[in-house]
């Protein structure tokens, strides 16, 4: 190994800094918009668009699991586009994946229908996915090691005030052709719409991001000469703790955003619908009014739990999340199941909003304070996407899968929200706590320290702006 000295961090410049979570933002809104757009679609429109030939449980199936293609992508992305992000940095991965993603978007609303439409609209989804699959991750890094570490829960936590800004304006989207649009239109014509706008978003975010400086904890890295060939090999090798308990803590937080944001509009139209005297009318209109709410709510949610993991803790906030969504699951499922607006929205907002997003809160910063700097990117985005592809990619095929056979029981999803949040509690407890750790530290949090030289433990020390 090279025992030059290490160059000092830049200490964080403010207008870099604003910039940096602007960008992050608008990238997480394109994403969440792509995301939510099609969640909604599969739940309201894909179904008697590309598999009418299925019936209405085979139909969400189908749906959904071209929902979930996106899903399976993401890991493949999170290999490619983190280790490039570990060698090459992580402004030519953010401009890659936010082209990539809305390049797919667009797309998808030119679509023709019936079978060759189907086919090419699972390819499309497995674009998007590979484009997401390192596009959160960037955003997260990137804020992080820019951030002052007392303030990094908070910091890290504000790009992703764009997911909701991105779910909010896909539902209201959605809400709007709801309003002005007779079902029969919107299936026409008017579900291309909202994947065709989102050509906005991708030229806004491309053009604020050519104008970012790379991460000063990644350029450390490279004028110490501590970038490495094969970083998701590394990471691999060295932390398999981190990772596993990473992966474990996505469970919650990504499937009680998906069961909340989209499995409870698809159970409320086609499910509980079924015990109702006035059928699904205005079923659709409740769940995307509630989840619209919710979006709004988590604005300001999650950077105040980011913030509140600055002061008590990474693992503590994370931890009663996750005890809340496990406490939170039969109460809330069953308001779902009543289809009354105020039990709807209740549900949903103490759900996503609450529970689910006091875990991203925490994350943001987490997740890039337990690895090693060498392989830091390549580390969370193989965890996250892991995580969302056995979450939040699964949990809408099961989970509809297993309410159709029990002919439309609430108490299934609440089980499988309860399930999630227990796994997420057995990786939080692998964990360790790393508020206020040292982001040039080669070492990860946990489990690898032993790999390190004296000479590689010398050059990780923490710069003076970092103390």
């Known amino acids: 190994m090279p025992t030059h000295a290490t160059p000092a961090v830049t200490p964080p410049d403010a207008k870099q800094l604003r910039r940096a979570i602007f960008t992050g933002a608008v990238g997480s809104a394109l994403e969440y918009y792509d995301f939510a757009i099609y969640g909604l679609a599969s739940a309201l429109v894909f179904g008697h ?80 996915g590979f484009g997401a699959g390192a596009e959160q ?102 932390a398999r703790r981190p990772l596993l308990a990473t992966t474990l803590m996505r469970m919650a937080e990504t499937g009680s955003s998906t069961l909340y944001t989209t499995v409870s509009i698809a159970f409320l139209t086609s499910f509980a619908s ?14 995307t009014n509630a989840v619209l709410l919710a979006s709004l709510a988590s604005i ?37 199941d009543t289809g009354q607006q ?22 943001c910063a987490h997740f890039t304070e337990l690895f090693g700097n060498r392989y830091r990117y390549s580390g969370v985005a193989l965890s996250r996407e892991v995580g969302a592809m056995l979450s939040g990619g699964i949990v809408p095929i099961l989970g509809i899968f297993l309410v159709g056979i029990t002919g439309g029981a609430y108490w299934v999803l609440a ?8 796994l997420t509690l057995i990786g939080t407890w692998l964990s360790v706590e790393t508020r206020g750790r040292d982001l040039t530290d080669l070492a990860d949090a946990v489990g690898s320290g032993s790999n390190l030289s004296v000479e590689e433990r010398r050059r990780s020390a923490a710069p003076a702006w970092e103390r």
């Open 342 to 363: 105020g039990w709807v929205t209740l549900a949903t907002v103490g759900g996503f909003a609450i529970g689910a997003n006091s875990m991203l809160g925490a994350q």
């Open 274 to 287: 079924q015990h109702m005297a006035n059928g699904s009318a205005g079923l659709g209109t409740i769940g």
């Open 137 to 238: 991750t960037g955003a997260a890094t990137l804020m992080a090691e820019l951030a002052p570490a007392k303030r990094r829960g908070l910091y890290a936590a504000l790009p992703f005030i764009g997911i909701f800004s991105g779910l909010a304006l896909a539902t209201v989207t959605f809400r709007v052709m709801q309003a002005l649009l007779t079902p029969e239109e919107i299936i026409a014509w008017g579900w291309r719409l909202p994947f065709l706008a989102s050509v906005v978003l991708i030229v806004m975010a491309i053009w604020i991001r050519l104008t970012l400086k790379e991460s000063p904890v990644f350029k450390q890295l490279a004028e110490s000469k501590n970038v490495i060939a094969s970083p998701m090999r590394s990471m691999l090798r060295n």
């Open 415 to 422: 089980v499988y929200t309860l399930v999630l949040a227990v």
């Open 300 to 336: 300001v949610t999650t950077p105040l739990f980011g913030a509140l993991s600055d002061r008590i803790g990474r693992l503590k906030v994370y931890r009663g999340g996750a005890i809340f969504a496990a406490l939170w699951a039969f109460p809330a499922w069953w308001m779902i």
């Open 49 to 128: 668009i590309f598999f009418p030939s299925l019936g209405t449980t085979g139909a969400l199936l189908a749906s959904f699991a071209t929902y979930g293609a996106g899903f399976l992508a993401r890991p493949f992305g999170g290999l490619f586009f983190g280790s490039l992000g570990d060698r090459k940095g992580r402004k030519l991965v953010l401009l890659l994946t936010i082209g990539l993603m809305g390049l797919a978007t667009t797309a998808i609303g030119l679509l023709p229908t019936g079978s060759l439409g189907a086919v090419l609209l699972v390819l499309l989804r497995l674009l998007q």
